[in-house]
């Protein structure tokens, strides 16, 4: 696991290496949209209200969640009981090639 955005924050949130290279490639426009999902899921935890489309995956990502950054990327993370996000990838919407590879 690599970065961890915290602050001091009810919840931490924490990008695995791999995520972090999808966040520094993304479009800058996602890049702020992730950075403000993190400062709202550090004060409120994981379950937003207000447009941010948390949503239950299946499949070979059962047990992972997604949040729209817009239309087309998504963030997917895991929620973990001590009130940590693990984000594993960030993604433009193609579940196709995302897969436990953790």
């Known amino acids: 696991m690599s970065t961890i955005y915290d602050d001091m924050a009810a919840w931490s949130v924490i990008l695995v290496s791999e995520a972090e290279g999808e966040l520094e490639e993304a479009p800058q426009q996602i890049r702020k949209k992730f950075d403000q999902w993190v400062m709202s899921v550090q ?55 995302v897969g436990r590879r953790f």
């Open 43 to 97: 004060a409120f935890g994981p379950w937003l209200k207000g447009g941010w489309r948390t949503e239950a995956l299946s499949g070979v990502l059962k047990g992972f969640y997604s949040i729209r950054l817009n239309r087309q990327w998504r963030a997917i993370f895991e929620v973990r009981s001590e009130r940590k996000v693990v984000v594993i990838r960030i993604v433009a919407h193609d579940y196709k090639g």
